[in-house]
Structures are given as structure tokens and as C-alpha cells.
């Protein structure tokens, strides 16, 4: 389970994956991928990683209490799916031609079906495994997405990462009945 650092710790896994896959083959620099989102208008990178949702996942939803030891317990993780687009910066200084734009969002899908299982440090030994999965989504639903942020379309891998285990800090105590003592009567006494 993770607290509440466990979002940034997947994005900034799978950021690590595409840096170390992408360059210097298809990018010079590491710091031309960023974990970023579309409107900043500053940032100068050639390829953007973009958390754009985050879900909790209610078919994953566990209700029985974590036990941290023999009196304290923590309300169960909330399992959650998180959505990312990749996308190439059409303002970046280093302009790229649709060729190696192409080639450099093929070698993204390629990187997430070659690393569908994130790495161990994000999820502890006793954890489901948070899988990455490429999003369908249809054309209206991308457009809608950039429609949002103010704009233009720009062409995207969206894959989704799940289940995250976000977990609670309230922690309460109880007390284990360790002793129990039972008796009984006699009925004869009652019946008369």
C-alpha cells in the first residue's frame, strides 16, 4: 500500500521507463521527457507525460480492516486506476517532422507492451500488481480531453495503470477478547 506519495510514484516510474528506453535513440536528452501537463506554456520538452484522471476502482474495493498488529487496525486502501496520455509538444523548440513523431510514439506503445507490469518499488511484496493497459477510446472522447485544457487536438498514447493501492492513515485500536468464561445452570431448579 502506498500513501499518499503512490501517484507520483508511478508516474515518475513509468517517466524513469520511457527516459530509459527513448534515449539518446529517438531522444537526446532525458530532460526532453517530462512528467508535465499539456497548458504549461514554459517548459521546453519534446515528449509530455500527462496524468489527466483518477479513479477509484469499486470492483477492487475491499471493506475488511487492515491489521497492523494485535490491537491496531487501518481502514482497508482505496484502490485506484490512473490515466495518462503521451503526447509529443508541438510548441517545443526542437520541432520534430510527423516521421519522427510517429516513430516516437511507436516506440512509447512499444516501451508500455515490453513493461505492462510496473516495477516492484511501487507496490509492496503482498500486493496485487498494477498492470499498464493501452486506453480505446474513441476520436470524440480524445478531442473532448484537449477540448478541455483550451487545446487543439494533438495526437496521444492513453493508457491507464491499476489498481494503485492509496492507503488511509486513520488507524484505530481495539481490544482482543483473549479470555472467555462460560457457566451453566441447572434447569431442574427452574422448571418446578
Known amino acids: 500500500m502506498g500513501d499518499f506519495h503512490v501517484i507520483s510514484d508511478v508516474s515518475n516510474t513509468i517517466l524513469k521507463t520511457m527516459r530509459d528506453n527513448l ?7 532525458p530532460e526532453s521527457v517530462m512528467l508535465t501537463i499539456p497548458t504549461d506554456k514554459n517548459a521546453d520538452f519534446q515528449l509530455g507525460l500527462y496524468l489527466y484522471d483518477i479513479q477509484e476502482m469499486r470492483e477492487y474495493r475491499q471493506t475488511e480492516y487492515v491489521r497492523l498488529n494485535a490491537s491496531q487496525r487501518r481502514l482497508p486502501p482505496k484502490p485506484l486506476n490512473l490515466y495518462y496520455a503521451v503526447y ?17 510514439l ?3 506503445m512499444q516501451i508500455l507492451m515490453d513493461h505492462p507490469v510496473l516495477a516492484e518499488s511501487v507496490a509492496e511484496e503482498d500486493e496485487m500488481e ?23 487536438y494533438q495526437l496521444a ?10 492507503s488511509s492513515r486513520k488507524v484505530s485500536s ?6 472467555a ?3 451453566t445452570e441447572q434447569m431442574e431448579g427452574r422448571r418446578r
Do not use: H
Open 23 to 29: 534515449c539518446p535513440e529517438l531522444i537526446s536528452s
Open 88 to 104: 509529443i509538444n508541438s510548441k517545443s523548440q526542437m520541432a520534430l517532422d510527423a516521421e519522427n513523431e510517429q516513430r516516437i
Open 130 to 152: 498494477a498492470t499498464i493497459t493501452i486506453q480505446t477510446m474513441s476520436f470524440e472522447e480524445k478531442t473532448k480531453l484537449w477540448s478541455v485544457l483550451d487545446i487543439p
Open 106 to 108: 511507436g516506440r512509447v
Open 174 to 179: 481495539f481490544t482482543r477478547v483473549v479470555d
Open 181 to 183: 468464561a462460560f457457566g
Open 157 to 166: 498514447v492513453y493508457f491507464s495503470v491499476a489498481p494503485v493501492l492509496l
